[in-house]
């Protein structure tokens, strides 16, 4: 277990002053199962009149919570609903055991919130493989209950964390037809972290009012733009879920709304940003622009075989601008390309074009912009219309002791 | 550049004795060019009656000596031929100037050595995307012929190591209708090994006699099964390349002999091995055998999946029998799987079946066997027929050290 670690230096200032949004309540308490001294499972509960959307990973190993809520998320459209994280153990490949004390813990979640079972949603993150001891969970369900406060938002996103070195919490608001409507959402993770269909766990919640079908397809059109287009180490989750919840308690339509996609999409990708920024080991932040490939899907593969190299993710650790790399990633990541008409770009610096160095790059200008915090990449391929951006953090010691010297 | 590497600690005692083989003569040199005091080219001359096979990276950045092998490499089938490779610089990504310089090698070594230009095979490794400064090789090219011996096989692996902290050598012998056929071979690499083709620079010599077609077909097949089933580092060279020389010398036909095919397959897999072994900061050989998959092209994606995985190799560098991450891995494959079917074994100890942890695993067993040097990680899918072999390394401080504090 990574105890003690420092947090990440791209971490931001502090959590941001997350308001309440209406229909949506939070409680958190500490099972002492694997971390000691903190919170480590949450409850949000949802009012009358909520939808709820998900994605999930795609891992053909993925946790019996995930199943359990794929199986769920496209029942009941409107209602009640509970989300019920836990963190510590994923209980991921724990057979039919796994899947007793997801149904355990759901019907005493159930039972204590008087929500139906089928709109009950839970995960779990942490270990996988070893059992879950879900009494040490359902002892504390009547408690939570008792304790919900629509401000419990900022402890809910701290009772999640595994190797997290910062809580992770974004907001927007956005006004339409005159009223104002709000977001906010928590998320975690910082290792295991290539998603196959959402990040480890992110929760959303909003008052807007909008229809499951709506808001299903919202949510997966936005979640290939930014959890899915980012990386830390390029393995995918056993757990990772999205889910969105709409309470609908500010009375405001938005199911055809550009203001509120865009403000969702900002949610998404603030969330999808801090993951990256708590990359375990991570010191550099790295954005990568891919345009004029053949396609916008392979412009995401070239950026992701950019963003995954070791070399590369290495370099950038070094501050090392060392560019025939971005090369060797761009030529093994099988998308066309097309050596004399590839450029590339270190922010403004152009760094290679016309199948070979720049003749105005000058070595010394790509180092001093390699020391920088956030970077930015730019690969044009000169092909098509394509287009993508990724995000992913550099490759340090800091990774290999997290991941080397505990069991996390 | 990654000076003073201290020697793997999985390398093999000493270079093995590699006698020559009738018809192969070496020679290198020292050009100053990146590397001072140590030779850093070498040529290979092969006597008439010689056939060549050869497999390169796919690549689409591939560097220009590739381009030019892959053109010659189904031309003229028997005849004299050169082999020359300088190390440093890989004359990838310089664009008109590193054809340029290929041309200019290609004809100083036909010159010197009164080769035909189709028959003469070169190939750079080193830094991407920096010029050749081709004169420094080509001022050799006299020196180099007048120098050729066929006892240099062991300088010329030396002369071509770049972060390589050992050469590779292997050789094996085959008694067919009573005579012997001897083949050695040579291999350098040790980072950006993901070959997607062949590794970064194999030579194999033998003195057997077989025509191009069939030495062509039965290498890329072999290939298949040894250097496109390792991994260091999941990145793939712009300029892997292997060719192997077929002189005749032995007198004996071994187009249809299976002695000879599992000879060259013992050779090949060899100096697979010992790049493994050689994988930057390595201190941990994993033999990774997958069987009862959907088919072998899958197994051998889950194994590749498990070896490329950084959770994998930095849990193997903890010596932490952390087999969850295996799980997870098989996950994320994207090749079929069956939770309740798998079955997890590090080396005989049955860790997990039927969907959870194995009843009889014990964590100190795990962990006991985590300390090996070479570790063998068997999964088994409960699915189909297929299988696949595939080997890597542990994933060190060594690596990000090499990789983030050096431009190599």
Redesign the interface.
């Known amino acids: 277990m990574a105890k003690d670690l420092p947090v990440s230096p791209l971490a931001p200032e502090r959590f941001p002053d997350l308001p309440p949004v209406r229909g949506v309540r939070f409680a958190t308490a500490a099972t002492g199962s694997r971390y000691q001294g903190r919170d480590d499972v949450m409850l949000a509960v949802l009012a009358e009149g909520t939808t709820v959307a998900g994605t999930f ?1 795609r ?4 946790a019996a919570a995930v199943l359990d809520c794929e199986a769920k998320i496209n029942g009941p459209s409107v209602g009640e609903a509970a989300i019920l994280v836990n963190a510590g153990n ?1 209980n ?7 899947e007793e004390a997801v149904a355990s813990i759901v019907d005493a979640c159930a039972e204590a919130t008087g929500i139906r079972r089928d709109r009950v949603f839970t995960a779990s993150t942490g ?5 879950l001891d879900h009494k040490k969970i359902t002892s504390h369900l009547a408690d939570l209950n008792a304790s919900l406060s629509e401000d419990g938002i900022e402890a809910a996103a701290n009772a999640i964390r595994t190797t997290d070195t910062f809580a992770k919490g974004a907001v927007r608001t956005v006004e339409i037809e005159g009223k104002t409507v709000t977001l906010t959402g928590i998320a975690k993770g910082s ?2 972290i ?1 998603p ?1 269909m959402a990040t480890m766990l992110v929760y959303i919640f909003t008052d807007a009012r909008i229809a499951r079908p709506d808001l299903q397809s919202l949510v997966s059109s936005l979640t290939n733009r930014t959890f899915n287009c980012i990386t830390v ?6 757990s990772d879920t999205l889910l969105v919840a709409a309470t609908g308690a500010s009375g405001v339509n938005v199911g055809d709304s550009l203001g509120f996609a865009s403000a969702l999409q900002d949610v998404m990708l603030d969330l999808a940003h801090q993951v990256v920024r708590d990359g375990e080991g991570a010191t550099k932040f790295v954005e990568i622009h891919v345009t004029s490939a053949h396609s916008d899907a392979e412009a995401r593969q070239i950026g992701l075989a950019i963003a ?4 590369v993710k ?2 950038i ?2 501050e ?1 601008p ?4 971005i ?7 099988g ?6 008409r ?1 450029t590339i770009r270190f922010g403004n610096i152009v760094v ?1 074009e ?4 720049a003749p105005t790059y000058r070595e010394e200008d790509g180092a001093a912009y390699m020391k920088a915090q956030d970077l930015h990449i730019a690969v044009d391929l000169g092909l098509g219309g394509g287009h993508a951006t990724v995000w992913t953090c550099d ?3 800091g ?3 997290i ?5 996390s």
Do not use: Q
Request: proline share 3%; net charge negative; aromatic share 8%.
């Open positions: 990973t891992s053909s190993t993925r994923s991921a490949f724990t057979g039919r055991n796994g270990v996988i493989g070893e059992p290792g295991m290539a196959d180490d390029s393995d995918t989750s056993t995954n190299s070791p070399l290495t370099a650790a070094g090392d060392n560019w025939g790399r090369v060797m990633a761009i030529g093994k990541s998308a066309h390309a097309n050596r004399d590839l290679a016309n199948g070979w160095v490759l340090t010691h990774y290999i002791t991941n080397a010297d505990y069991r």
